[in-house]
Structure formats: structure tokens, C-alpha cells
């Protein structure tokens, strides 16, 4: 059993596009509330009505998305472009500006459980993030990871890599685990190694994960007991 607290919640309002931190968020059957609900679609006819992603578009971390400081969005996200200009989702030329700022065809879609892993939560650790830093000679941003909680647990670092189905834990009123399809350690895509703005590309990030951490960060849970979590709220684990 390890047990520390809530060192920041985080939520992602539009796939791939910049999020926000807040002080506080519910948990259930959607992962956190409000979480990837929005996506933008490729408009182009050789991909239409795929996902986009920064593994296709790195430019889209140009753009962020917020909610503000409610638990359970009542509403769809706000949006801020490069310029500083900020959209509300269902504002008339929206799919025109991000067109115009992608140099593609671009479309909007809003859904729940729009996750790569389906409704899931992706949870880093405070200790693994800093030995990252430690190992790579320099500071690497939490950003990167696009997590959905990071805690600070008095497990030693990387010990969530050998997290299996079992794996619970709790924080605030909310339980999650390590089960069903897809949950357990996190395999990393290329997403980390882009700088959270999207300006610059740090390849050398995911070459270390894959020759040290098997590509490994984070750990990917389910609700199992819907609530709210809050940051500073204290956070136990028992593994499995």
C-alpha cells in the first residue's frame, strides 16, 4: 500500500488541443466529466471523419481549450487560438478559423469517451516524473503526458509500471482500477516528445522511455466508484 495526495487534476476538453488544471472534477463512467467530449474531425477526402490528433498535426498544441472551474461541464469548452483570440465551440466560424490555421479541412465533433483507451483515466506520479528529469539531465514538463491526475504516493519511482489488473486506488470519493481492456501501465506514443505548445520536438524523450521504461508512463484506470476528486485530497494505493 502507498498513500500521499493530489498533487493536480487535469482535463482535456478537445482531443489533442491544450487543456486546463482545476482545482477539482468529478469521476464516473465518462472518466473525468467533460474529458476529450469534443474532437476535431479531418475534413480532407483521403481521411475524412478521422480523428485528428498531434501525432498527425502537431500544430494543434498551438490551440488550448477550457471549461473554467466547474466539476461537471454544463457546457461546451471555449477555445483559444495562437492569436489569443477565444471561440466558444458552437460559435459560427469556428471550423473555418481552425481550418484556416491547420491549412486543411477541418470539422467539429462532440461525444463522450472520445479517449484512445476508451473512458479511461491516465494517472502520473510525482516521484517517476522528477527520476525521469534525473535520468534525462533536464526538466520534463507534465504536460507532455497529458494526465489526468498526478500524485504524490511515497512509492518509489516507476513502481506503476508493474501496476496489474487488481491495482486499486482512491482519492477523494472516487475509486479506480486497473481493469478492463487496455488499462494497466501506459504506452506511450510520440505525443511526449513535442514540447506542450507543439514549437519544438524532443525525440530523444521517447527513445529513453523505450530503451529504459519499455515505453512506459502512467498508468491507465477505471471508475469504479464515481465522485469528485480535488487536488490536495489524499490518494492511497494497494496493488495488486
Known amino acids: 500500500m502507498f498513500e500521499g495526495s493530489v498533487a493536480a487534476v487535469r482535463r482535456w476538453p478537445v482531443k489533442s488541443l491544450r487543456g486546463e488544471e482545476v482545482e477539482a472534477a468529478r469521476f464516473d463512467e465518462r472518466g473525468v466529466a467533460g474529458d476529450r467530449a469534443h474532437a476535431l474531425v479531418d475534413g480532407r477526402n483521403r481521411r475524412r ?3 485528428l490528433t498531434v501525432r498527425q498535426h502537431p500544430a494543434m498544441l498551438a490551440w488550448g481549450a477550457e471549461y473554467g472551474p466547474v466539476i461537471d461541464p454544463p457546457k461546451p469548452p471555449v477555445l483559444h487560438a495562437p492569436d489569443g483570440r477565444a471561440w466558444n465551440w458552437d460559435e459560427p466560424g469556428l471550423a473555418e478559423a481552425l481550418s484556416d490555421s491547420f491549412g486543411m ?15 479511461t483515466v491516465l494517472v502520473t506520479f510525482a516521484a517517476s516524473l522528477a527520476a525521469l528529469a534525473v535520468e534525462l539531465g533536464r526538466p520534463v ?38 481493469t478492463g481492456e487496455r488499462a494497466g501501465p501506459c504506452i506511450r506514443c510520440a505525443v511526449p ?27 491507465i484506470m477505471r471508475v469504479t466508484r464515481a465522485g469528485v476528486i480535488a487536488a490536495r485530497d489524499a490518494a492511497r494505493a494497494d496493488t495488486a
Open 193 to 219: 516528445s513535442w514540447d506542450p505548445s507543439g514549437r519544438a520536438r524532443w525525440p530523444e524523450l521517447q527513445s529513453h522511455l523505450i530503451q529504459r521504461h519499455d515505453n512506459k508512463f502512467g498508468v
Open 141 to 178: 514538463d507534465l504536460d507532455r503526458f497529458r494526465p489526468n491526475l498526478h500524485l504524490t504516493l511515497d512509492a518509489p519511482p516507476f513502481a506503476e509500471e508493474d501496476w496489474t489488473a487488481g491495482t486499486v486506488l482512491r482519492a477523494g470519493d472516487v475509486t479506480l482500477e486497473v
Open 49 to 51: 471523419g478521422k480523428l
Open 105 to 119: 479541412p477541418v470539422e467539429l465533433r462532440a461525444a463522450d469517451g472520445q479517449q484512445d483507451r476508451g473512458p
